[in-house]
């Protein structure tokens, strides 16, 4: 890959620049690049990859890895399954040109050297499998894509923020002005793909567009600042879905570690008025975050005692939130010596309570220490008969607290970034406010609305998010080199 320099005269010309470059903005280049075209990356960080870098695996239907294993995904039946989990308030032609290529996208990856070994499971007894999680998860992925760029010649400009759209006279786009090294200049382009990864960082925007927001809220993701959304609306790009995060459950700020104990499902989480609020075993760690985000301050509590400290010990995880880095999804074994180090370090910082008594760790909450008994009781009451009668908690976790000492995990609302914003079409072109594209205006991944639901569905398509950044990055960048190289649909 190129990297880029700015001529003498602050002006630069190509066929496609394409802003961001993280999974969306790599498979859109190498997509275009393999259609003739000449693009031109910019990244206003020092590296690519963005959030994608993070990614465990992606999405894909009826794909050659599938195919070998003998696993059943029709396209069909999951394009059905996505548009009933979101009720049919979704763009059924986006969620189908994108449920269409992944299977594809998954050849096209393992032609240029991806390994797929295995599809593993996102939560217990997942049918049908989608998630496909190459060797090296998704950077290694990414390295991939980059060095494909390298290949086609693709220009990188790293460290170069994209300001601002240009538009052409015949209400196209003309290019887009750039800043690197605090130099301004303008690149010349018929085509833009934007690709900057939501607003999950820019705190003005969150207040606007997601209502409950509040700063006590954990963000795992990069922080992007919605550079992408702010320039196509100022040329007239309509909006759609804006408001929606990836949340992420009950989450302990400042440690994976923690954060995967939390989520464990014979802890039990109650809220700010110590009561319990959700099924702690239920296996969709994302619906679980809708439950956390509805408890006050969206901050709740995860208990547990001695004996199921033990159990986890054990036993294993049974479930590991995303976030995790390096962790085998398969019940990983959890060491005591560094369980206890972990609790006891953040008993010191404040952030754990470590006691024999209810009372103590009632008081720690802020509540009632009959409020946190009466909760407790029931829940063990619950455990003794087999059957949660409020949750119907998996009977398999239902374990009562009765063995001190009794450990409390202060927990606030996680999300790994904002879903939705620019409104598009099945070709990923942008629309304006009548639904007509924007000629040569293109857009991909989480700047994007209108092909997920208020909720990820990890249920039916695992790996969503990866896995509509990589293609919906390939059908932009495939359909823009088609466009300014007059081969357009």
């Not at 985000?293 to 033990?310: E, G, H, M, W």
């Amino acid at each position: 890959m190129n990297s880029g320099g700015t001529s003498n005269t602050g002006y630069l010309n190509t066929e496609i620049v394409i802003v961001g470059g993280g999974g969306a903005g790599l498979a859109a280049a190498v997509a275009a690049g393999e259609q003739g075209a000449h693009v031109i990356l910019l990244e206003k960080r020092h590296a690519l990859g963005g959030n994608s870098v993070m990614a465990g695996g992606l999405f894909g239907a009826e794909s050659p890895v599938q195919k070998r294993m003998m696993i059943d995904a029709s396209r069909d039946q999951l394009f059905k399954a996505a548009m009933e989990y979101s009720h049919w308030r979704i763009n059924p032609r986006i969620v189908r040109a994108y449920i269409d290529k992944s299977g594809d996208t998954i050849r096209w990856l393992e032609e240029k050297g991806l390994q797929f070994d295995h599809i593993p499971v996102l939560y217990p007894n997942q049918v049908p499998r989608t998630w496909h999680c190459p060797n090296g998860g998704g950077a290694a992925l990414l390295k991939v894509l980059a060095k494909n760029c390298e290949d086609l010649d693709v220009q990188l400009f790293p460290q170069t923020a994209a300001k601002r759209i240009l538009s052409s006279e015949k209400g196209g786009v003309a290019g887009v002005v750039a800043v690197k090294e605090e130099k301004e200049f303008t690149m010349n382009a018929r085509c833009i793909i934007i690709a900057t990864g939501g607003y999950a960082g820019n705190k003005e925007l969150l207040k606007k567009y997601y209502p409950s927001y509040n700063e006590n809220m954990e963000l795992l993701g990069l922080p992007h600042m919605g550079e992408g959304l702010l320039m196509a609306t100022e040329i007239g790009a309509a909006t759609e879905g804006l408001g929606l995060v990836q949340l992420n459950g009950a989450r302990f700020p400042g440690s994976h570690f923690l954060s995967a104990i939390v989520g464990e499902p014979s802890l039990i989480l109650v809220n700010k008025k110590g009561e319990r609020f959700v099924d702690e075993s239920y296996p969709y760690y994302f619906e679980q975050g809708n439950a956390v985000d509805r408890q006050p301050d969206k901050i709740c509590y995860a208990l547990f005692d001695n004996k199921v400290k033990q159990y986890i010990i054990e036993d294993g995880l049974k479930r590991v939130g995303p976030g995790l880095p390096k962790v085998n999804f398969l019940q990983p074994k959890i060491e005591q010596t560094e369980l206890e180090k972990e609790l006891q370090s953040q008993a010191d910082k404040g952030k754990v309570k470590i006691s024999d008594s209810l009372g103590e760790i009632a008081k720690w909450i802020g509540v009632a220490t009959e409020v946190l008994k009466a909760t407790i009781d029931e829940y063990n009451f619950f455990c003794d008969r087999g059957h949660d009668e409020i949750f119907v908690k998996d009977q398999r976790y239902l374990m009562a607290l009765r063995t001190p000492p009794y450990y409390t995990i202060k927990c606030h609302s996680g999300f790994l970034g904002t879903l939705g914003g620019i409104k598009i079409n099945q070709y990923m072109e942008v629309l304006d406010g009548q639904d007509n594209p924007i000629p040569g205006l293109y857009a991909a991944g989480s700047d994007t609305g209108g092909w997920v639901g208020d909720t990820y569905s990890a249920r039916h398509l695992a790996g969503c998010a990866f896995g509509f950044a990589i293609n919906s990055g390939r059908i932009g960048g495939e359909n823009g080199a088609k466009y300014v190289l007059g081969r357009y649909l």
